[in-house]
């Protein structure tokens, strides 16, 4: 027994060495990929020495003789930080993931494929204007040039990654740049899915209760929708939940339920207490560690600009320079249309238009795939765009037998000059300057607001398609492709776009609200992507005469609900300190103590109270019994309260108390009834889950920000090294915004917010702030991996000088870029 004992301690402690060695092998070969800031490397293809100061939050200042030396910088700096995290960008722009993910990401590169996004990227190069061009060619012989000492250096591959998957990593070319705007487009375009629900919706619901659940923004009313089943004839109703191929955390398609939201708002020196122009902008993105934004100051000929980038583009999406500061918000412009495109009976090669039958344009693509097979597909292309199959969207839920659909689609362009018109704005010396610039602005679509020394303004940048008024479903509904009258005619003018400038007020500001009211095809869209936020902003910009730099960043980081404000009267109204005593403990009592709780409560979603739980369970659950009966599996698509619906329903707006009536009970139940029992069983999951007393509840436990590795972040073991999460205030229709995963086990976590904020007050312009959600590093070994995830946490920020002496004075490295010898 003595010796059996001596033989397993032996084997444990030779495990225990073999397990420490093989965690020191890792944690070397991982950590050679740590960029050294300090350092001198000699580079080709630059004029003259550049400079890349890392201040002590890792923001890199780039100084070069010139612009192109500046953009060689930006390359570099984005390469040796975030070399995977722009591969993974390229990969999924030229629809090749599933060479090295395998079968798992096969949809997405097919679609991506059939969308031909590359191609059209490709073809972009050679449209942009000299100064893009070259700068450009700049960047990405930066970037190359850091693959290039990765190689020659043995520095871990460029990245832990790439340990675990194939370490090949191509030259960087400038057609890849111009392709991660496109790759950023899908994000942020809804108007598809949008299309295709509202299709399902009128099929099971009728068009007439549509406007219930899927309602116009406030404003002037606007012309009926048709009813679907005459625009496509022989497709019957379903309650399958829409199928979507193309999902997962690689995937670049963000479903409708998470399309983008941002803030920006700017003041007037009017308005302004120190005399100053003042501007607020936080873009919001789904989270990922690293965060997609990358912070950077630029020192170029026109002068320093600061603010936040996204690796892969040489270009400064949103910040500042001397006299300039700008921002944007996604425009929710309708630039996407689907066409119903009748196949020709007698030759499946062919498809109806005006003219007749017309043969597809036809092209294939073979689509490597790890592990197996490659698969070549056959792409298609009407004259309204390209062809795309039934199983994504649930297109084929909503085409009729013998029809495909395609989709018209600004950002499907081949000629696309959007970069061009960001890298104008980037170095606009003042509105006028920056407001041209737009014109050349295609996709996707932006609401730009800018704010120089003297005034403001906003504008919306972006194509928009020209429509027949006699469109026959006002861009609302999937249309048949081959009438005249569905047809896009080209593009408006820019004139056309909207355009708001030194309003009387001082302050302007979007929220992806509603902007004006103009009549079909003028309209700019009839869907927008806020009701709510909109309405706390005006009570903040309203209640002060003057503003700061400091009331912005209150605003920017606003936690009180509106919704909850204006939905707990409602549909609490009969319930508010009802009911006969009860017992400690009973169901009764809860649910009158959350009442009690709600009733008293302001509306903020703090994430140390226990009332923005209450609400979030009780009006999720509500909406669930309101539309379940009616819609089935379908009603898995409304993951989130949809506020005017609710509204709607309890106010019996056109009859829209309807929907608290249980369709299959024998008797008729009222809203009250139903919001009862919605709150009954929101306590009932609530104690399940989190247990205790309704007291011991805590917003933050349940909303936490889930910022995850896309690759990495479900691998058992490496995720608790990779994903950051963080308790945090906020919700849905917050200004300070999380929105909410909507999905079982965890439906409040954060999973979309504002990854990148920044202020900026031209009174004193070096006192303007920015951050972003996690770190400047994507190597999880790093110290900049998270180090600002907790500042922007806790809704503090960094300085956003241009004072190259206060970069140099708290620098954790600088990097010197040499001149080769030719």
């Known amino acids: 027994m003595a010796g059996l004992f001596r033989w397993l301690l032996r084997l444990f402690t030779a495990a225990v060495i073999l397990a420490f060695l093989a965690g020191v092998t890792i944690y070397y070969l991982a950590s050679r990929s740590l960029p050294e800031y300090e350092a001198t490397h000699s580079v080709a293809r630059i004029s003259a020495p550049v400079e890349i100061v890392r201040d002590n939050a890792n923001v890199p200042h780039i100084f070069g003789e010139t612009d192109a030396d500046v953009f060689f910088g930006l390359g570099f700096a984005h390469a040796q930080d975030r070399l995977w995290q722009m591969t993974m960008l390229r990969r999924t722009a030229q629809g090749r993931l599933s060479e090295i993910f395998g079968t798992r990401t096969l949809a997405i590169d097919e679609l991506v494929r059939r969308l031909d996004l590359y191609g059209q990227s490709q073809s972009s190069v050679d449209v942009q204007d000299p100064y893009t061009a070259a700068a450009l060619r700049a960047y990405s012989d930066g970037v190359n040039a850091w693959i290039a000492r990765v190689n020659a250096d043995a520095r871990g591959r460029g990245a832990p990654e790439f340990f675990l998957f194939p370490p090949e990593v191509a030259l960087w070319q400038p057609a890849d740049s111009i392709a991660i705007i496109k790759v950023m487009g899908l994000r942020l375009s809804t108007h598809l899915e949008t299309e295709v629900l509202r299709a399902r919706l009128s099929l099971l619901i009728g068009a007439e209760r549509v406007g219930d659940l899927m309602p116009d923004a406030p404003g002037p009313g606007l012309t009926a929708l048709p ?16 199928e979507r191929m193309a999902e997962g955390p690689l995937s ?73 500061g700008w921002g944007m918000t996604t425009a929710y412009l309708d630039d996407q249309d689907v066409f119903l495109e009748q196949i020709n009976p007698d030759n499946p090669e062919e498809y109806r238009t005006p003219d007749g039958f017309k043969p597809f344009e036809t092209r294939r693509s073979i689509i490597r795939v790890a592990d197996a097979e490659p698969v070549t597909i056959t792409m298609r292309w009407t004259e309204n765009g390209p062809v795309l199959p039934g199983g994504h969207y649930g297109l084929g839920s909503i085409t009729p037998p013998g029809h495909v659909t395609a989709l018209g689609w600004t950002l499907l362009n081949g000629a696309d000059t959007s970069l061009s018109a960001a890298m104008s704005l980037m170095r606009s010396r003042d509105i006028d300057e920056a407001l041209e610039a737009g014109r050349f602005y295609i996709a996707p679509a932006q609401n730009l607001v800018v704010a120089d020394q003297k005034t403001i303004a906003l504008q919306t940048v972006g194509a928009m398609p020209r429509r027949l008024a006699e469109h026959q479903s006002q861009g609302r509904l999937p249309v048949p492709g081959w009438r005249e009258e569905n047809r896009w005619q080209g593009w408006l003018n820019y004139a056309a776009n909207p355009r708001f400038r030194a309003p009387e007020s001082g302050i302007l500001g979007n929220t992806n609200n ?39 960043i209150e605003a920017q980081l606003d936690t009180v609900s509106f919704t909850a404000q204006s939905l707990l009267p409602l549909i609490a109204r009969d319930l508010w300190f009802t009911g006969e005593p009860a017992p400690a403990g009973s169901p009764e009592r809860r649910r009158q103590r959350a009442l009690e709780l709600l009733a008293a409560w302001n509306g903020e979603m703090n994430e140390h109270l226990p009332e923005p739980l209450i609400y979030a369970a009780w009006l999720r659950n509500l909406q669930n019994r309101l539309i379940r009966d009616e819609l089935g599996p379908l009603a898995d698509e409304f993951i ?77 073991f490496l995720k608790w090294f990779v994903n950051i999460r963080q308790p945090t205030s906020g919700g849905d229709n917050t200004l300070n915004r999380g929105l909410t995963r909507g999905r079982d086990p965890e439906p409040f976590a954060s999973i979309h917010g504002a990854g990148y904020r920044g202020v900026y007050d031209f009174a004193d312009p070096d006192s303007s702030v920015f951050v972003i959600s996690t770190g400047q590093s994507g190597h999880p070994l790093s110290r900049h991996y998270d180090d600002l995830g907790e500042l922007w946490r806790r809704g503090e920020y960094i300085p956003m000088s241009l004072d190259p002496a206060l970069a140099r004075a708290a620098a954790v490295g600088v990097t010197r870029l040499i001149p080769a010898p030719e």
């Open 640 to 716: 989130h309260v949809e506020p005017l619906f609710i509204e709607r329903v309890f106010r019996d707006i056109d009859g829209a108390a309807i929907w608290c009536d249980i369709r299959q009970s024998g008797t008729v139940e009222t809203c009250t009834e139903i919001a009862r029992l919605a709150l009954d069983e929101a306590l009932l999951w609530l104690a399940e889950t989190y247990g205790g007393s309704l007291e011991s509840l805590r917003w933050g436990a349940a909303h936490q920000a889930w910022h995850d590795h896309p690759v990495l972040g479900e691998v058992p």
């Open 227 to 242: 009813d679907y089943a005459a625009l496509a004839p022989g497709i019957l109703p379903s309650a399958a939940p829409l």
């Open 514 to 552: 509603k902007l004006l009211d103009r009549p079909f095809p003028l309209h700019v869209s009839f869907d927008w992507g806020d009701t709510q936020r909109i309405e706390r902003w005006k009570t903040l910009m309203t209640r002060r005469s003057v503003h700061t730099r400091e009331s912005f």
């Open 252 to 324: 670049p398609f963000a479903p409708r339920a998470f399309a983008s939201a941002s803030n920006v708002f700017a003041a007037a020196p009017n308005r302004s207490a120190a005399g100053g122009t003042l501007l607020a902008s936080d873009p919001h993105l789904g989270f990922t560690a690293p965060s997609i934004w990358y912070l950077a100051r630029l020192e170029l000929a026109s002068g320093g600009v600061i603010g936040g980038t996204i690796p892969g583009l040489p270009v400064i999406l949103g910040g500042r320079s001397a006299n300039l």
